[in-house]
């Protein structure tokens, strides 16, 4: 009867991981759900000695064992060697070609013949996308938290993430998740205030953290954002809706789509934040669609020093 071999003790998976930068420790790849590679193999050695070990994706660990990556040992162990001060995570979201591509913030569908601009609380806290080509969705977003720092950037469909030790950055395939416990300081306190108001199917925070960020590739052609932005005194959370908060209001602005992807709002005129403005925006910024009764310069409820 043959022995089984014993799993990979958890400590050993998490230094091999650390140690290749919590990505594939191939420096052309940039895959980041990582296997366990025995460089010294278990069948002669039957050890499970880090050293003689490497974090590799399961597709190069697939290329590894059929020979498909050309790599030596003296390769393999090089990788192990390379100095990774991990500051920035970066992965793509590839969204497959598809006909009449549309970008789903919240539930409501966008598409456009060019680039638009969504939302733009600032330059640092904003949602746009591009058509190029027939059949190419490409996003630009930048999410900021509350300390000015940059937490998730995507230009050209590659996102940038900045490791922050207070969240929690996952990639799964097809989707990209990034999550805040309830007390982050990242999050401005007036905003989590506000978001208990929101009308909702779920509670704020929900079992203790809020989604600061998902994107999923529902089909071809077709990405789902869901987010927060907070910029000084307003803020806006996309999720089964889309809801504008305000500082000096308690209550917030919400807009239903009946169903999801199935309002759609067709730009055919090219809107950048540098020229024509926003889709959406507050009373006093140059939007498509401002919402008047959200204006943060004359609000009916004073700045509370305890939400700062």
């Not at 959406?280 to 009916?300: C, H, Q, R, T, W």
């Amino acid at each position: 009867m043959a022995n089984r071999r014993p799993k990979v003790p958890p400590a050993t998976k998490r230094v091999l991981i650390d140690e290749a930068g919590g990505k594939c420790a191939n420096p052309g790849c940039p895959n980041c759900l990582n296997e366990i590679h025995h460089i010294r193999e278990w069948h002669v050695y039957k050890t499970h000695d880090e050293r003689h070990m490497i974090s590799v994706c399961a597709a190069c660990h697939d290329a590894i064992h059929r020979g498909e990556l050309d790599v030596t040992d003296e390769t393999l162990y090089s990788w192990k060697q390379i100095s990774r001060n991990v500051k920035y995570i970066y992965t793509n979201l590839w969204v497959e070609p598809g006909s009449h591509p549309q970008l789903w913030f919240g539930t409501f569908a966008f598409q456009s013949e060019s680039k638009i601009s969504i939302i733009e609380l600032s330059p640092k806290n904003r949602v746009s996308f591009e058509i190029r080509g027939p059949d190419l969705l490409i996003l630009d977003l930048c999410l900021t938290g509350k300390d000015g720092v940059s937490l998730i950037e995507a230009r050209n469909n590659t996102i940038t993430h900045k490791i922050h030790p207070d969240l929690y950055f996952k990639i799964i395939p097809g989707q990209v998740l990034l999550v805040a416990p309830e007390k982050s300081p990242v999050i401005p306190r007036w905003v989590v205030n506000r978001m208990r108001h929101i009308p909702a199917r779920k509670k704020y925070p929900e079992e203790g953290y809020f989604v600061l960020f998902h994107a999923v590739v529902i089909r071809p052609g077709v990405a789902r954002i869901s987010t927060i932005l907070t910029e000084d005194d307003r803020a806006i959370v996309a999720d089964y809706a889309l809801h504008f908060l305000c500082r000096t209001h308690k209550s917030p602005l919400t807009l239903f789509a009946k169903e999801e992807g199935k309002t759609i709002f067709n730009i055919k005129n090219n809107i950048g934040w540098n020229d024509k403005g926003t889709i959406f925006g507050f009373a006093d910024e140059n939007a498509i669609y401002p919402f008047k009764v959200l204006d943060p310069s004359s609000g009916p409820v004073p700045y509370d020093p305890d939400e700062d």
